[in-house]
């Protein structure tokens, strides 16, 4: 990390805390929803890191989201500070299995399987009505933090600070390990696998960890999004909720881990205005600025940033 | 024993109908080796276009066996129509860039196409039943089944047996094994490699359309019709192989029969056999049963 976005992550974290106070509440709760999904997004940005698309995150994501929903109903749970390792370890447990047959593959292999698996797990969300409610989701009280139970506003402002100081954690994480020499196993991987095979590391085995690594953040960013919500349903696990989290990480540029987050923030301020004045015509949109990105800006938003940066610094 | 038939019936009917929309993007991948995500809203396109173009000529009180031609005209002009202006106008552009790029950008085709369908058609359903009504029902061991799901696997005979002899028995059909093969070399050899890519991909775009146009008349037409197709039509031509034809027809018989079996016998794994047989095969052949290995670029 260099020493600029340092202080920029710095700034945006000081920023997004003064926020929760001086905004409107309605304003606050979209950005406590764009913190967990960049989560997410941020999670997409980590395999993608190693060279692989997922369009099948919404499988942890949903996941999570139900254990958390399921311990909150079944056991009464309400702790939001055991919840989130809950919702991570289950995402990790469901990863480690699923894992074993997708780090086998690569490319559009790897993205198509991911789809379908969490697409499964939309088949049994949807089915299971006794369990999960079907269509219908389950509704999640507010949760405690520290014990401490709020009601009205001051839970989803509670729910706000939990968010940024779990975005803020992951960040560092998962900035630590970009510059682990983990992280830059997963990077060789995706420039040259066979390289890496040769050199005599396993890109299979390092392939299963990123996997493992994003199942967790996903994780946390599912329970964050139940807890935000107050509700889950089985369109977490559709394949459009896992593609828009792919959007999101092309929109903010997965080389840094502030481009996702950026991105997740600004498409979720303007997704909530094109929702309102253009409901039908909102995906060509997306569609639209996608492939304008992709042809044109291939490194992101964040991109030409960074880049400004690079030939300051020299 | 009649169960037996059931499920045989069943499942070639299903198949048929998996092989209409899964041949397509078999085909696009094999030349271009491309993944359209966007070939499910080819079908919704199609299917819209069949429902609509019935719906008129019905009001019109024409000849009716005629609704037949317009479901075989929509596909054909939604296929003509859109295939070529997507390869020409989005993918062109991508050539030679990574897979992964390419996906997403068939992705945002697939965003695009989705909204543009409910702007063109609306978000209310559309009924186009006529044909389906028309050919009434058919007696087979004992059991009615809709004549129409006959018509279905007919079309599905015709479109697969006409694709065999495009291939295998043309000009046009040897270039584009050639180009499978090898590509530069084709080139090298005088093959317009562009001209290539547009009729191929027409022709996968058709082959979509004519799935969603012939569909239309068993469902009633509504947004995000298009989004499970693309899921299914994967999953079978994973299990038969990337880019292979005769692999999308095994892979449409394996999982239509399945399917069927799971109807009849285990109707809570219904939902989940496409993807248990998918992970099955997979765990045996990674690259589907008529896959070829790749090698690997150092």
Redesign the interface.
């Known amino acids: 990390m260099t020493h600029r976005t340092r202080a920029v992550a710095w700034a945006a974290l000081g920023l997004l805390a003064l926020a929760g106070t001086l905004l409107p509440r309605w304003l606050v709760f979209l950005l406590a929803l764009a913190l967990a999904k960049g989560l997410a997004v941020l999670s997409v940005a980590v395999l993608m890191g190693a060279?692989?698309?997922s369009f099948g995150q919404g499988l942890f994501f949903a996941a999570a989201a139900y254990a958390a929903g399921f311990a909150m109903r079944g056991w009464a749970l309400r702790e939001a500070l055991l919840l989130l390792p809950l919702g991570a370890g289950v995402a990790v447990v469901l990863g480690a299995v699923v894992g074993l047959?997708v780090a086998?593959?690569r490319?559009?292999?790897f993205?198509?399987?991911t789809?379908?698996?969490s697409?499964?797990l939309y088949?049994?969300l949807i089915?299971a009505y006794a369990v999960t409610g079907g269509s219908d989701g389950i509704r999640i009280p507010a949760p405690t933090v520290l014990g401490l139970q709020l009601s009205g506003d001051d839970a989803r402002l509670l729910v706000y600070y939990l968010a940024l100081a779990s975005t803020a954690a992951c960040a560092w994480a998962v900035s630590r390990y970009g510059a682990s020499g983990f992280g830059y196993l997963a990077q060789a991987v995706r420039d040259?696998?066979?390289?890496v095979a040769?050199l005599g590391a396993s890109p299979n085995r390092t392939v299963y960890a990123t996997y493992l690594l994003s199942a967790a953040l996903c994780g946390l960013g599912g329970v964050l999004t139940a807890l935000n919500v107050g509700h889950v349903d089985p369109g977490l696990s559709y394949?459009?909720t896992s593609?828009e989290l792919?959007?999101v990480a092309?929109l903010g540029g997965t080389g840094s881990v502030l481009g996702p987050l950026a991105g997740a923030v600004v498409y979720e301020l303007i997704r909530s205005y094109a929702f309102k004045y253009a409901p039908?015509?909102?995906?060509?949109m997306?569609?639209?600025a996608?492939?304008l990105i992709?042809?044109f800006i291939?490194g992101g938003l964040w991109s030409p940033v960074q880049r400004l940066w690079r030939r300051q610094a020299a | 024993m009649s169960t037996l038939l059931v499920i045989g019936v069943d499942g070639l009917v299903f198949a048929s109908w998996l092989f209409l929309v899964s041949v397509g993007l078999s085909l696009i991948y094999g030349v271009l080796r491309i993944?359209n995500v966007a070939h499910g809203s080819l079908f919704a396109v199609g299917a819209y276009a069949g429902a609509s173009l019935v719906v008129a000529y019905t009001q019109g009180g024409l000849w009716p066996p005629g609704t037949f031609l317009m479901l075989l005209a929509a596909a054909l002009a939604s296929g003509l129509l859109l295939g070529p202006a997507m390869e020409r106008g989005?993918l062109w552009?991508?050539y030679g860039r990574?897979?992964?790029?390419q996906?997403?950008?068939t992705?945002?085709?697939?965003?695009?196409l989705?909204?543009?369908t409910?702007?063109v058609w609306g978000?209310s359903p559309y009924y186009a039943y006529q044909p389906y009504q028309l050919l009434g029902q058919v007696r087979v061991g004992g059991v009615d089944y809709p004549a129409y799901s006959f018509l279905l696997l007919a079309v599905a005979a015709a479109s697969g047996g006409g694709l065999w002899w495009l291939i295998r028995r043309t000009r046009f059909g040897r270039v584009v094994v050639a180009v499978i093969h090898d590509p530069e070399m084709s080139v090298a050899l005088g093959v317009n490699l562009s001209r290539v890519y547009v009729a191929t991909f027409a022709l996968g775009a058709v082959l979509a359309a004519l799935g969603g146009a012939f569909t239309a008349p068993m469902i009633s037409v509504v947004p995000g019709i298009g989004?499970e197709v693309i899921?299914l039509a994967?999953?079978v031509v994973?299990v038969g192989g990337?880019g292979s034809l005769e692999g999308a027809a095994v892979g449409a018989l394996l999982i239509g029969l399945v399917r069927a079996a799971a109807v009849h016998l285990l109707p809570?794994l219904e939902?989940?056999t496409i993807?248990l047989v998918?992970?099955a095969v997979?765990?045996v052949r990674?690259m589907g049963l008529f896959g070829r290995v790749e090698a690997?670029?150092?």
């Open positions: 060279g692989l698309v047959l086998r593959y490319d559009i292999f993205a198509m399987l789809l379908a698996l697409m499964v088949g049994v089915k040259n696998e066979v390289r040769y394949w459009t593609g792919v959007f092309v039908y015509a909102w995906q060509m997306l569609g639209a996608m492939l992709i042809l291939p | 993944l989005v552009w991508t990574e897979p992964v790029l996906l997403l950008v992705f945002s085709v697939f965003l695009i989705e909204d543009a409910k702007l978000v989004v899921v994967f999953a994973v990337l809570v939902l989940f993807y998918m992970a997979l765990l990674p690997r670029r150092i």
